[in-house]
């Protein structure tokens, strides 16, 4: 990973209780006031993260400090489909209702200190995700993504004509250009998905498909 202009060695693990201090720091330093307090990590989800299902539990580490995470659960797909919000699909974030028999892992989160944005951190974050779903044999991955753009745009078109201008690259936003690069593509437009002002509460369903299985 290249940081101030050297390469540098980062780590990508699961993260585990001693590392919850950590975790949460990243976040205060990725959504900081007005932003609420009490909604960044608690010390409870990231308990149950780790409890059911460890092998989504993702951070990196770099010279002995966490600088990004990433965390999802497994669900059955086809209890969901593409009329959800965040907190019903994350159980508010808990995963409490994690299905290790479903055949979705749907991403929770993904965040990367600010000073580190740039530097391919977060492309590994996804990647390592990609490899969890291909080691355990599920069907994709998926996860709504902000669109932190749209606000600008809103006057010029709806959600779904700002995903299209953003695909085809007539436009650029923060999230979604990212995931894009990271090999997701598109699936629909969850509105009411989560309380995001810039997103006018709009989300993009991205998907990515294990290549290494057969379609039933």
């Known amino acids: 990973m290249g940081v101030e202009g050297r390469p540098r060695l980062a780590c990508v693990r699961n993260y585990i209780d001693l590392d919850f201090d950590g975790m949460i720091e990243v976040q205060r330093a990725c959504f900081p006031p007005p932003f609420p307090e009490e909604l960044l990590w608690n010390h409870g989800q990231l308990g149950e993260h780790v409890t059911r299902f460890p092998e989504g539990a993702l951070c990196a580490e770099l010279d002995g400090e966490i600088v990004g995470s990433m965390t999802g659960l497994i669900v059955n797909w086809n209890d969901y489909q593409e009329k959800h919000s965040w907190a019903e699909i994350t159980d508010h974030g808990y995963i409490r209702n994690h299905d290790s028999g479903g055949d979705c892992l749907y991403v929770v989160d993904l965040c ?70 990271c090999g997701r593509m598109p699936v629909g437009v969850l509105t009411d998905y989560l309380d995001d002002e810039e997103s006018r509460n709009n989300a993009v369903l991205m998907e990515w498909r294990n290549p290494f299985r057969m379609e039933r």
Request: charged residues 20%; without cysteine; hydrophobic residues 40%.
């Open 112 to 181: 990367v200190v600010p000073w580190l944005r740039k530097t391919g951190l977060g492309k590994i974050l996804m990647q390592s995700m990609y490899e969890t779903v291909v080691q355990l044999g599920l069907a994709r991955l998926l996860g709504g993504g902000r669109m932190p753009g749209y606000s600008s745009r809103a006057s010029e078109a709806n959600p779904e004509q700002y995903v299209r201008r953003v695909v085809a690259g007539e436009w650029q936003d923060p999230v979604l250009s990212f995931l894009l690069r």
